[in-house]
């Protein structure tokens, strides 16, 4: 038993080192192309994603249908990317979800709603969800004009809410008004629904806030600008003769403490940041000459990416620029002392004016930095058509990526497809990123129900999953060619046979069955998770095939 152990741990290892470039697994979530992911967030050895779809969607035996024009999907997958639960809610009109949280024990998102095109303005929402998907609270802002809103933040004991408006919103408690531009707005409620504080800025041209970050003691805001000035409570006017980006320092009353400005001759546009004890990550996009820091950078191509880190004073730490021929971020998370950001690219990536990979067509990428702002590592996620790198999330050994994939069935005459004429393909797929050896998953915790199974090894060579009086029996493990498995207390409907990169490669399909075999003689050796279906939940187990 003992060397059958280590040569699990042994194949485990090698498996984990050589993942490091490649996908532990990945898989479709949808090929419908009306769905758009827009958020991600770890949840357990599994993740929750939130976006919209329209008309409807299906996934496993659950199928959603709008009732306006946008609606928004929540789900949840497990640890090989399958997807568990999902659930769906809107309106009459359009529903925009900004991102979504997993707080102690306590899933929130939030978003607007839209009225119709008739009456303008909407609803600022912001719900509270179980892990059973049952609504717990619910925050309801009603607004007038329009408002984008960006992000959602959460400490121990507040709600963070961040956008800009155009118009108004008024509430018991308070009243926000932006009718002559379109300004940042950030709102600060209680976890359980109290107004406590708000920001709005100040100035000329349009201030669009992009993301908020933030912990118990303070909050950054990043914003793009126009042309024009930005006014804050307690620092000098910031003017702009070109487009810009702010990032902003407040304390916990949302008093500014100090700002850092960048401005280009030429587009640009705010991404994301992400708050560490030791300072922020942030991300822009630009194209034209870009002044930050008394530093000069220019674009190398159509579109060049900003990324920098700044200590918790304000000061530069180190900054860096990804270009090349086309290259545009999208996310950011902070991971341990790294920084991972996902985008997308065509023709050459650079660094630095280092090239370090190409493409012929548009290619989502992950990359690395450390904390002086070296590169790491870089993955270029492998697909024949146009992909995209949307939301990307860290939960302590690997990072979880959700990617689209255009291909265009046919083109007209002009060389423009339609919109009829475009699949897309919607797509987690899990790296591990970390030289630690992932454990196992032993146990499905990110299951709706409150059970969790635990694998345990016996002496006679019978690994067992029990709950309680249920239990399912899996042998020998590891195997040259039979597993046997058996029910206590339960019956079986399905066994499914994945591979260590998630691709289901065999289904046995049962009525109600105690007992039942898999062939494994005919896989090659590595390593297998078997995923039970069955009366009392879904459980997955890894078999090891010699």
């Not at 779809?53 to 249908?65: A, G, Y």
């Not at 929402?125 to 609270?137: A, E, T």
């Not at 700044?310 to 999208?330: A, E, F, M, P």
């Not at 979880?400 to 005459?413: D, E, P, V, Y």
Request: some cysteine.
């Amino acid at each position: 038993m003992k060397k059958q152990l280590l040569t699990y741990i042994t194949i485990l290892i090698t498996l984990s080192a050589s993942a490091q470039y490649e996908a532990q697994w990945t898989n479709t979530i949808t090929d419908n192309g009306r769905v758009n992911i827009t958020s991600i967030s770890a949840l357990g050895k599994g993740s929750l994603i939130c976006g919209t779809f329209q008309d409807s969607i299906i996934i496993n035996d659950t199928r959603l249908i709008s009732e306006g024009e946008k609606d928004i999907f929540l789900m949840q997958t497990d640890s090989i990317g399958q997807i568990q639960n999902m659930i769906g809610f809107g309106g009459k009109c359009n529903d925009i979800p900004t991102n979504i949280i997993n707080h102690n024990d306590t899933i929130i998102i939030g978003g607007v709603s839209l009225y119709h095109e008739s009456e303008e303005g909407g609803e600022i929402f912001v719900r509270y969800y179980d892990y059973s998907y049952d609504l717990k609270q619910e925050l309801l802002l009603p607004f007038a004009g329009e408002v984008r809103l960006e992000m959602l933040q959460v400490t121990d004991s507040t709600i963070i809410i961040g956008g800009s408006l155009k118009g108004s919103i008024i509430a018991e408690d308070f009243e926000i008004n932006s009718e002559s531009g379109e300004h940042s707005f950030i709102l600060v409620f209680s976890d359980k629904g109290k107004y406590l504080t708000s920001w709005q800025s100040g100035g000329t041209g349009r201030h669009r806030l992009r993301s908020i970050s933030a912990n118990n003691d303070r909050c950054v805001a990043l914003l793009s600008v126009s042309a024009g000035s930005f006014i804050s409570d307690t620092l000098p006017e910031t003017s702009f003769d070109n487009n810009g980006i702010l990032m902003l320092s407040m304390d916990n009353n949302l008093n500014t403490l100090w700002l850092v400005s960048a401005e280009c001759a030429g587009f640009s546009e705010a991404v994301d940041m992400a708050t560490t004890d030791n300072g922020t990550l942030l991300g822009f996009n630009f194209n034209g000459s870009l002044t930050v820091n008394d530093s000069t950078f220019v674009s190398s191509g159509t579109l060049s990416s900003y990324i920098a880190k700044y200590d918790n004073d304000g000061k530069i730490c180190w900054q860096t620029t990804v270009g090349g021929s086309y290259c545009r971020l999208s996310d950011i998370v902070a991971a341990d002392s790294l920084a991972i950001f996902t985008g997308y690219y065509r023709g050459m990536m650079e660094i630095n004016n280092d090239t370090i990979s190409q493409a012929s067509v548009r290619k989502a990428f992950l990359i690395s930095l450390d904390n002086k702002g070296d590169l790491v590592w870089n993955i270029d996620i492998e697909s024949d058509n146009n992909s995209f790198g949307n939301s990307v999330t860290y939960d302590g050994k690997g990072v979880t990526l959700c990617t689209s994939i255009l291909q265009n069935k046919s083109r007209s005459n002009n060389g423009i497809a339609k919109a009829t004429d475009i699949s897309k393909r919607n797509t987690v797929s899990r790296f591990i990123v970390t030289d630690e050896l992932e454990e196992p998953d032993t146990d499905e915790s990110n299951n709706r129900n409150d059970t969790k199974p635990e694998n345990g090894i016996n002496d006679d060579n019978n690994d067992l999953l029990a709950i309680d009086s249920f239990s399912i029996g899996v042998f020998p493990n590891p195997t040259n060619n039979i597993v046997n498995w058996s029910v206590s207390n339960g019956t079986m409907t399905t066994v499914e046979v994945y591979d260590i990169r998630g691709s289901r490669i065999k289904t046995h399909k049962y009525e109600q069955q105690a007992s039942g075999q898999i062939d494994f003689s005919k896989f090659s050796t590595g390593v297998y998770v078997l995923r039970f279906l069955s009366d009392k939940g879904i459980y997955n187990y890894e078999i090891v095939k010699n």
